[in-house]
């Protein structure tokens, strides 16, 4: 993959996506026109953080390798050199972190 250093309070995350969809009657494949867009992913990278008012660094509160919750439609697509999806978002995009 290729490296990719966001800026500020951005980071990247690799969207966690469910392959199968299991029902009462079994499992069904569903199209990717058909997936709902998934709102789970692990951070590949981070940011620096934002800066205050006073021009400090405010540290992040995710880290890279954590699993997170994020908006529904965060963050902007961008595909790899290797064709991986990942998600360029920002810190407030992140609703939690899972433990």
Known sequence: ????????????????????????????????????KPQQGKVLAVGPGARDEQG???????????TVIF??????SFKTDDGKDVLLMKESDILAILA
């Open 1 to 36: 993959m290729m490296e990719l250093q966001p800026l500020a309070d951005r980071l990247v995350v690799e969207p966690l996506e469910k392959d199968v969809e299991t029902f009462a009657g079994g499992e069904l494949v569903l199209p990717d026109t058909a997936k709902e």
């Open 56 to 66: 400090n660094r405010v540290p992040m509160d995710i880290a890279v390798g954590d």
């Open 71 to 76: 908006a529904k439609y965060a963050g902007t």
